[in-house]
């Protein structure tokens, strides 16, 4: 299977921002899944609103928590 | 009693009968001793065996019983954890060369209730490399072999603990999970593994992977023992400022077998994708034992678990890269192939799609909570949609072309762990391998109690969590 076009650029952007070279085959093959991770968050656009400030996660862990054990 | 005997006593069990005068805490360390020498060698569990500790620990608790000393509710019941809870001046691997030799100053909240409980401490076990992968697959110390087909996997990254516990090593073992990590080995050795609440448990002194996902919790044989164990170490931790404040119920007394009237959910998207038909016989199996209790079930499909499931893929990857930064750089072959490889993948994901996954976190649950929750108990979901897969078809040092089935294996379990909730995987029946299929069971935030009673009530009616890979 062809390597994704998004493939070297992307190493070139690790290298230039955390400095970190693609240590092997295996992180570059795996490198090709953000195509889909890419796709999915494109399909959640939208959702994530303006926020005056951020959403607690910590508060819906409680919010949600069981009330009946 | 015999060693081989002893052996068959699930955690309570051990305990109970040590505090009621009829086993010593010798005879039960004795028991680990011989049936470690008897079968590790197939499994490869170990890191650290302290042999001398253990039983000058167990000669001190049989002394103390014998003065009429109370030692706790794990009284005398020796266990082996996995090797990344420091104990203050003991080396913890982390399953890892670059931490071969890394001795902490400080030792883990729970390992410190472990001790004040009773339990005897002999010792580590063998891990994924940094709690990072689904497999068992070790480079440094060798691969944790399934004991019921040591050719396949054993489910990662509590490999050691799953193995340990299928066994018959010890009868309970701390595991961590940031994406399945106690519920993956469970589902594949056929033990019982509870990943928590995230926040019920302290993780101070615990190797981190993901600050947002990581979790502390039990694998053990019977979900009364996750009870017992889980009472011992939840509750706020003044040295971990984002453990929970909620008050710790006594999650034994909510055994009482009684699931009439319950409603739950199994959800269609997602968790059943691409299931295997030995899998799906299982599932649908245990589903009709908990029909049979009077437990009415509902299929069902949440419009929340795009967004769950897309974002899941985000937190943690982004989390375990940051913090191995340094020696991504510094001293990048001193990881395993597949490790290195999958943290190289964080640090492709931008702040602001870190950031978005994070902020979602909370409107997410509050979503799953109100679809898949709202009027039913539980959530049920097969732990693996596949068998236990072999070493050799998940090694990614091998083949990187194995890469798509070593990340499929969390599939089911890492939702969970976005969203924080309470979630046990229970033996649920063999495949036609015979490797053991798990049964996963959630429900809402702090809900271990109603989820040990499904558990436990499940377990009155099976026999799964019984069978001994060396009888």
């Known amino acids: 299977m062809a390597e994704p076009k998004l493939v070297l650029p992307t190493m070139d952007a690790i ?40 959403a607690g996660f910590e508060a819906a862990l409680r919010d949600c928590r069981d009330k009946g054990s | 009693m015999s060693p081989d005997v002893l052996s068959e006593l699930s955690m309570t069990e051990a305990a109970d009968a040590f505090a009621r005068g009829e086993v010593t805490a010798r005879a039960l360390v004795e028991a680990m001793l011989h049936r470690l020498g008897q079968h590790e060698a197939k499994v490869n569990s170990l890191i650290r065996l302290d042999r001398e500790d253990a039983l000058l620990a167990a000669h001190a608790a049989d002394k103390a019983r014998a003065a009429g000393q109370k030692l706790g509710p794990l009284g005398g019941v020796p266990m082996l954890h996995k090797d990344m809870y420091y104990r203050e001046g003991k080396v913890s691997t982390c399953g890892s060369k670059i931490r071969r030799d890394f001795v902490p100053p400080v030792t883990a909240t729970v390992l410190k209730r472990l001790d004040a409980a009773g339990a005897i401490d002999a010792g580590t076990l063998n891990m994924a490399e940094f709690a990072q992968n689904p497999t068992g697959h070790n480079a440094h110390f060798g691969d944790v072999m399934n004991p019921w087909n040591g050719a396949h996997c054993t489910g990662g990254s509590s490999s050691g603990s799953g193995a340990a516990v299928a066994a018959r090593f010890v009868t309970a073992a701390l595991g961590s999970d940031t994406g399945g990590s106690i519920r993956l080995p469970a589902a594949m050795c056929g033990v019982t593994g509870l990943k928590p609440t995230q926040t019920r448990v302290p993780r101070t002194g615990v190797m981190p992977l993901s600050f947002s996902a990581d979790n502390v919790g039990p694998l053990c044989r019977t979900a009364r023992d996750a009870a017992r164990f889980l009472s011992v170490i939840a509750g706020a931790c003044p040295n971990d400022p984002t453990s929970a404040r909620e008050a710790v119920p006594d999650y034994e007394a909510a055994l009482t077998g009684d699931l009439r009237g319950m409603r739950m959910a199994v959800v269609e998207p997602w968790f059943l994708d691409g299931i295997e038909e030995p899998v799906a016989l299982a599932f649908e199996a245990a589903i009709r034992v908990l029909q049979g209790l009077g437990v009415r079930t509902e299929m069902i499909s949440p419009a929340s678990m795009h967004g769950i499931v897309t974002y899941t893929a985000v937190v943690s990857r982004v989390e375990g890269a940051t913090i191995h930064q340094n020696w991504m750089r510094e001293c990048p072959g001193d990881y395993a192939t597949h490790l290195s490889a999958r943290i190289y993948g964080g640090y492709a994901i931008p702040g602001t799609a870190y950031l978005e996954a994070v902020s979602r976190r909370g409107p997410l649950l509050r979503a799953f909570c109100a679809e898949a929750l709202e009027g039913f108990d539980a959530v049920l979901t097969p732990t693996l949609r596949t068998r236990v897969p072999t070493r050799a078809e998940t090694d990614i040092d091998a083949d990187p072309e194995n890469w798509a089935r070593f990340m499929a294996l969390s599939a089911n379990t890492r939702p969970f762990n976005y969203l924080g909730l309470p979630t046990v995987s229970v033996p649920a029946g063999f495949d036609d391998r015979g490797l053991p299929v798990g049964l996963q069971i959630a429900t809402r935030p702090f809900g271990e109690a109603r989820l040990l009673r499904i558990a436990d009530a499940f377990q009155r009616e099976t026999d799964w969590h019984k069978r001994n890979p060396f009888p």
């Open chain 1, 15 to 54: 290298q230039r921002w955390q400095g970190v070279a693609v240590p092997n085959a295996a992180a570059r093959h795996g490198l090709a899944d953000f195509e889909a991770l890419i796709a999915d968050l494109e399909k959640l656009r939208g959702e994530m609103a303006f926020e005056e400030e951020p």
